[in-house]
């Protein structure tokens, strides 16, 4: 198990009902951290849109989590 | 002895991308940029449009993580500046919640030739549109509300 804090944005934010919370779980990767997250808080968002970021740099959904992290989770951008 | 051409690169005191809660002065933005080797600049300004997709909009509601709008936008305008070199640059995005007209992104471009300034400009748009942290609410007239990109995306089955 690892403890790995999330922090939601946007849609994701008013999905989980909080901005940031700290999990125990075991995930490998940034993807693992995204569906452990989307199926407790009951999103459908699939990921293929969507970034992530580890520890304020921007990762890739196969980037390893390790204990301690904080992954970050941006649901698809619009800005401009 | 000549001094290499290096030395005469002005050192940069600015941020060349920021996020601001106020209304963009975009006047004073231009000034920022002036520069005695440029002949021209280019700009391009995102307003509050009052509709997207079928459905009347009353306002827009913008959200940024600023740390990495910081980080991922200076590599877009340095990548732009490898393709179309350029003298000045800088790039401001709006955040809260915006009515309609309202400015909500400017980009500003000042080269020695305006090609590398209209191309530059419209790179860099075109880039943090889909690279940066930012996301955008639409509320609609009917007083429902959504997260551009992402509802309609599911609802409308585009997959992963």
């Known amino acids: ?80 | 002895m000549g001094i290499p051409s290096c030395c005469f690169r002005r050192l940069r005191v600015d941020d060349v991308i920021e996020v601001t809660d106020s209304v963009i002065d975009t006047a004073a933005l231009q000034r920022s940029l002036k520069n005695p080797a440029a002949g021209g600049y280019c700009a391009f300004e995102g307003w509050v449009r009052n509709e997207n997709e079928g459905h009347v909009v009353e306002r827009l509601e913008y959200e940024a993580y600023e740390p990495l709008v910081i980080v991922e936008g200076e590599k877009v305008l340095a990548e732009a500046r490898e393709l179309f070199p350029f003298l000045e640059a800088r790039c401001v995005h709006r955040v809260g919640l915006l009515e309609l007209g309202e400015c909500a992104v400017w980009i500003g471009v000042a080269s020695a030739h305006r090609d590398e300034a209209f191309k530059a400009c419209r790179h860099i748009i075109d880039e943090i549109k889909v690279r940066l942290p930012i996301w955008k609410k639409e509320h609609y007239a009917n007083g429902d509300s959504g997260w551009v990109n992402c509802e309609r995306c599911a609802a409308h089955g585009i997959a992963d």
């Open chain 1, 1 to 80: 198990m690892k403890t790995i804090t999330v922090r939601y944005f946007a849609m994701f934010r008013e999905h989980a009902g909080v901005a940031e919370e700290t999990l125990s779980l075991n995930a490998a990767t940034a993807k693992d951290v995204f569906e452990f997250t989307r199926d407790r808080h009951g999103s459908t968002e699939p990921n293929g849109h969507c970034k992530v970021a580890i520890n304020d740099h921007m990762a890739d959904w196969d980037t390893a989590v390790s204990d301690g992290d904080t992954v970050l989770l941006f649901p698809p951008v619009a800005g401009g």
